[in-house]
């Protein structure tokens, strides 16, 4: 019998639809339901069974935790049904990557799970969304594709959904990883070159079944002439984990290192990453964590932290643990 794949649709350009086949850029998300986008490509019926939920329709900006905990626990109960061999997650690109992380850390299977989005609506002269969708649904369905933690789909390529980000807005070449893709699939078929060695799925030591709050996480950019309204208001509102994207090798300015400190000494966990693209903040480089019991972010660009630290404060507050955590996934 044929794979059977869910495709559980959340929004997003992948879901647009433009005034014109022009507007390639100009258009409204998160617009066009998942009957109607599977009905679009009759092709997946030589890949797999498919059937489509629609669980929001919204552009992946106005994300929210309850939204991420709505979806993960739906992917979570799909991945356990026997009758379901894959699922793939139409989705925004602009925090595609937010969600691909998380469902990796929180997910426990081995099946594959897709999450794929579009840089062009589907009205829009060579619009991306229709193969990025094929090879979505065709990797789900693939036995190969299994314990790889959640992947995306996108460009022809397969990356980690841990590794990814969103690196450009106009081209359909937007997402990236400095550690490469995982693979290619052509036509319906996956070339494989690499796999995770992050722990994620069904490695990983959170479980979506048992989270039923995310604690609050926000983050801070750092730059020159850099004030501290930021940070202090943050503190006063009560957040538990505080994310500064700092300059260089995560470098943080003199007087915001007094903030954070403060912060931390009422309770409030600081992660120390960086704001550039690519390469990985050391700990006790450019600041003295292990004196300030600071956490670094690893490679995990501020927006990932923020993913990280909330998972990892359902389990445990404890800074030496968090820097285990940020580590390992
Ligand atoms: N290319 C896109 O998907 C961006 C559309 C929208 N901002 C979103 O993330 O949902």
Known sequence: AQPHVVVLATGGTIAGAGASAANSATYAAAKVPVDKLLAGLPELSSVAKVSGEQVFQIASESFTNEHLLKLGQRVSALSKQPDVDGIVITHGTDTLEETAYFLSLVVHTTKPIVVVGSMRPGTALSADGALNLYDAVSVAASKDAAGKGVLVTMNDEIQSGRDVSKTINIKTEAFKSQWGPLG?????????????????????????????????????????????????????????????????????????????????????????????????????????????????????????????AMVALTKTNDSKELQRIFWEY
């Open 184 to 308: 290619m699939v052509v036509e319906g078929k996956n070339y494989w070159f690499r796999a995770p060695v992050k722990r994620h799925t069904m490695n990983s030591e959170f479980n979506i079944d048992d989270i039923k709050a995310l604690p609050a996480v926000d983050i801070v950019y750092g730059y020159s002439n850099m004030n501290t309204t930021g940070i202090e208001a943050y503190g006063k509102a009560g957040v538990k984990a505080l994310v500064h994207a700092g300059t260089g090798n995560g470098s943080v300015a003199a007087q915001a290192v007094d903030s954070l400190k403060a912060l931390r000494a009422q309770g409030v966990q600081i992660v120390r990453s960086a704001r550039v693209p690519d390469g990985f903040v050391l700990r006790n480089a450019e600041q003295p964590d292990d004196k300030y019991d600071w956490v670094v972010a690893h490679d995990l660009r501020p927006q990932k932290a923020r993913i990280l």
